[in-house]
């Protein structure tokens, strides 16, 4: 009786136990039956957790390209060739930072670049001329953050900043003295980073209302912070727009980047797959009509792209791709070269239904993939 119980007990663990053939079943089987879907995801704490990077965030744009394929295929593991997914990430984008103590230009400095005696600048060039002759040899990081004076209808004081990065100066705006009492201060300085950092992000907002800025800008600024015996120390800083509002940068971007599954794997792709609208339908038919009369007339009038090689409306491959190419130059005219495109569109074929084509922008135009 004992031999009976141990043999169903090995035979419950046949039947129960894993199949190691079963991932690799699965496996061929959506390779020839691939499973098409398209995602949209931002990362979260745990996806980050499972990738193991402890600090919430890749290193760089290039390493997310280069792990994010084996994550989307754990996530997504039937999916195949033609499927997208529009991932999310955060990466570690550091901005330099930098701080130095006002230096007041004289009037004799002034004037020795505008060649006139008023002692202030009157063109924007001026100060970068300033730079060029007083600082002949910079060297990567330098910083100076300098106050002149300046005249456009009146003359003001400015106080701005000045990096030298990649072979030339870039420029940290300061705040005027207007400006440190809107934001309710009674001389023009900050009395710790703290109370800069909760106010600057407001004034912001007000500095940028006739040029509005997009979610993920990043802006540069410049105040000054009292440190005592009448002297101020100037401090660069970089904030962040989330569409609603700035906050203090933290060195970390977000970046979002689209990945294709080419049929074994996951890759970086740039492909925008898109749907004909009944007004690009209208847009091919009226820049075609003079071309082909019957095809673009037929097209404009049903809608859908008559695909019979018997019909006298037949749209041919070569005549699609001339329609493709008025449509997207009109859509993205600025496409980079690489550009690519999944266009879904009607047709006529005995029946109404959808074909798709894919294209890339080679040498300029759209062409075939």
Partial sequence: MKKLIYLIAVLGITFTGCNPNEDIYNKIDAEANPIVGDAVI????????????????????DDAKAMLPSFLEDKYPVWGKGSSALVTFKWYNPI?????????????????????????????????????????NPEEGDFVSLRYRFYSG???TLTDGFAFEDGSWVKFT??????YNDMGE??????????ANQKIPIALLDIFKFNPKSAGDIVLSMYELYVGGGVTESYTAAYIFDG??????????????????????????????????????ALISNALIGTYPGPADNVGFFGSFDRRESSS????????????????DNKHPSAEEGQKYVLTFIIYNGATTNETKS???????????
Wanted: charged share 20%.
């Fill in 42 to 61: 931002t990362l979260s704490d745990e996806d980050y957790d499972e990738l193991e990077l402890n600090f919430g965030n890749f290193n760089s744009v």
């Fill in 96 to 136: 330099e930072t930098y701080e130095a103590a006002v230096y007041e230009l004289s009037d004799a400095e002034h004037n020795a670049i505008t060649g006139n005696t008023y002692g202030n600048f009157d063109e924007n060039g001026h100060i970068y001329d300033y730079l060029d002759a007083t600082y002949p």
């Fill in 154 to 156: 009146g003359e003001m």
């Fill in 174 to 179: 300061g705040f005027t003295e207007d400006q």
């Fill in 186 to 195: 009674g001389f023009p300085n900050f009395s710790s980073e703290d109370e």
């Fill in 244 to 281: 609603v509002a700035f906050s203090a940068y933290s060195n970390v971007a977000e970046e979002t980047v689209q990945f294709g599954h080419d049929g074994t794997t996951w890759v970086p792709d740039n492909t925008i797959k898109y749907t004909f609208t009944t007004d690009d339908v």
């Fill in 313 to 328: 409306n037949y749209w041919s491959d070569a005549m699609l791709l001339e329609a493709f190419n008025l449509l997207l």
């Fill in 359 to 369: 294209v890339i922008k080679t040498g300029g135009v759209w062409v075939y993939q």
